[in-house]
Structure formats: C-alpha cells, structure tokens
C-alpha cells in the first residue's frame, strides 16, 4: 500500500509540472511551422540577427518579407501570421477589426529626421519651405503636422508640404537639389549625409516627441496572433525573449545586422543599414511597460482621424499581458 501510495504521489507530481506550463499544446514529432511576417525595409533590422530554427525545440519560424503594404494587411486579417513587426497603428486598426491581434511591445520608437542643405537654425526657418515628404494622412504626416502646431506653425499656411508618391523619390530629389529640406526616414537619412556632405539634420522628430511626451513615439510594434498566443504561450514567451536579444545584437552589433539584412533584401546596402541603426531608435519594450506610451500616440492619432487606429482605443486584452 506504501508503494502504490508512492506512485501515485509521484504521478501527481508529474502532472502537476506539466500542467504548471499552463494549457500549451506540446508539439509531437512533426515540427510546428512558426509564421513570422514583416514588411521590406528598417522592420528587417529587429529580427535580422534572430535564429528562428533555435528558439524552442519543436518549432521552426519562417520569414517572410513582405513588400506591399495591402498583401501585409490581408495576412494579418486572414491569421496567416503568428507573429509580425508592424506599425503600431495598424496593430490598432487590426485589432479593431476583431482579429485578436496582441501587441506584445514596441521596437522601433521613431525613424524620422527632418534634414537639410541650407543653413537653417530650427522649426521657424521652416517658414515658406516646401518640405517633400511620404505618407499623407498617415503616421509621419500625422507626427510632422503635430508637432509643427506645437511649435507654432501652421501645416497648411506657413509652409509647403510635398507629398510624393513613393519614398525611393525623397533621396534624388534631396541629392539633385530639387529640395533643400526634406523629412525622411532612415535609412534614408543615412544615405543622404553619406552623398551629400553639406546635409545635416535639422530637427530630430524623436527627440521632439520626447520633449512633449517624456517617451518618443512606438512607430512599429511586435504582435502576436490572439490565437497562437492562447495556443502556445511558452513559445510566445520564448520567442518575445529571442525577439528582444536579436534587438539588443543589432544595436551591439550594427555591422552584423547590416550584413544579415542585406543577405535578405540585397538591394539595401549593408553598410548604410549598419551607419543608420544608431539612428533607428531601437528598443524593444513589453507592452505592458510601453502601455502608457502606446495610448499617448494612439490619443494624438485618433485626435487627427479616428481611422488611423480603426476608430477606437484598443480593449485591455490587446496589450499582452
């Protein structure tokens, strides 16, 4: 009786320590196919240095790039993908949406730069220029026009704003001469200071932010599928860990990260990425840290247009716990 007494405090002990993990589904033999999206571009830059065949055994993450802005919307509505790197907002939108989209924290907090040729001191010499830019109505046009209100001008009277139709135009059109003051975002910013020696940066949109706000602005967040989270939650917690540490290499290591990144895409030059992370402000920071600076710049976008975050703030069970 002893014996069996012992056996089954043994069993018991067992089943706790499996059920202790919580209600994941472990894999079998077959491997679980982990679907990683993330558009072209400085959303490389965070998951470059990641090893998605180590993170846990059993599961195996598949990249991949995605180069349009509407195919990248249709995977996130459809739930082709567990996890993707994507702006903030359209987090928002897509959770709004009822897809169960889960934002499990920030990582880039702001690319933008406005820079120049001319000797211009500040936000007011920015009075009857034309400032080329990308994005009309959406996050950089948003952020732009905020702040440009906050320090005293008027978006639509006191100066021109240029919008034009694709980002590859911001750089000829800087490095011609065709402008003189433009805001782009890294890793164009980069390759404009290397052609063009008299650019500087005028105005550091972050730091602005920052100033106002006391955090710069989440640009683009780390989201997991609602169902993949339930699902598997060791893994989604062991993945945001991996997530992170690629984060950390790539700022320890922006040669690395250069590198790994124009192995994926070959047409982005390794070594403009690499010289533009600095500038990438990047930082990955669990949302239920980052909360707080996620609602102040979903409260300044739904102030310009409520369709810029799907109408609404977000329910609580969007931010991952």
Do not use: C
Not at 11 to 17: K, Y
Not at 297 to 302: Q, T
């Amino acid at each position: 009786m002893k014996r069996l007494s012992a056996v089954l405090f043994l069993s018991l002990i067992f089943i706790l320590s499996i059920t202790a993990r919580g209600s994941e589904e472990i894999p079998g033999s077959e491997t679980v196919s982990v679907h990683l999206v993330v558009p072209n571009g400085a959303t490389l830059v965070p998951i470059a240095l990641l090893d998605g065949k180590s993170i846990s055994e059993g599961f195996d993450v598949e990249l991949e790039i995605i180069k349009s802005s509407d195919l990248l919307g249709a995977k996130l509505i459809s739930g082709e993908a567990d996890f993707a790197v994507i702006p903030s907002n359209l987090a928002a939108i897509m959770a709004n949406k009822g897809t169960g989209l889960r934002i499990a924290g920030p990582v880039i907090w702001g690319l933008s730069y406005i820079v120049t040729s001319e000797n211009l001191k500040g936000w007011d010499d920015l009075r009857g220029k034309s400032v080329p830019m990308i994005g009309r109505g959406l996050t950089p046009d948003i952020t732009f026009r905020h702040l440009l209100e906050v320090n005293g001008l008027n978006p639509d009277e006191d100066l021109e704003i240029v919008y034009v139709s694709a980002a590859t135009e911001l750089v000829p059109t800087f490095l011609t001469g065709r402008s003189t003051v433009s805001m782009m975002p890294e890793p164009m910013v980069t390759t404009v200071l290397s052609k063009k020696p008299e650019t500087r940066i005028l105005v550091d949109i972050q730091e602005e932010w920052r100033k106002l706000y006391g955090s710069s602005y989440p640009q683009a967040s780390l989201v997991v599928s609602g169902d993949f989270a339930d699902k598997y939650p060791n893994f989604t917690d062991d993945f945001i860990q991996a997530f992170s540490a690629s984060v950390d290499a790539a700022k320890a290591d922006p040669e690395a990260a250069g590198a790994a990144v124009s192995a994926l895409v070959p047409e982005l030059n390794a070594g403009i990425i690499a010289d533009a992370i600095p500038r990438m402000n990047l930082d990955f920071m669990a949302a239920a840290d980052a909360r707080g600076a996620l609602e102040d710049y979903f409260e300044v976008l739904k102030a310009f247009n409520p369709a810029t975050i799907g109408g609404k703030m977000p329910v609580d069970d969007f931010y991952l716990p």
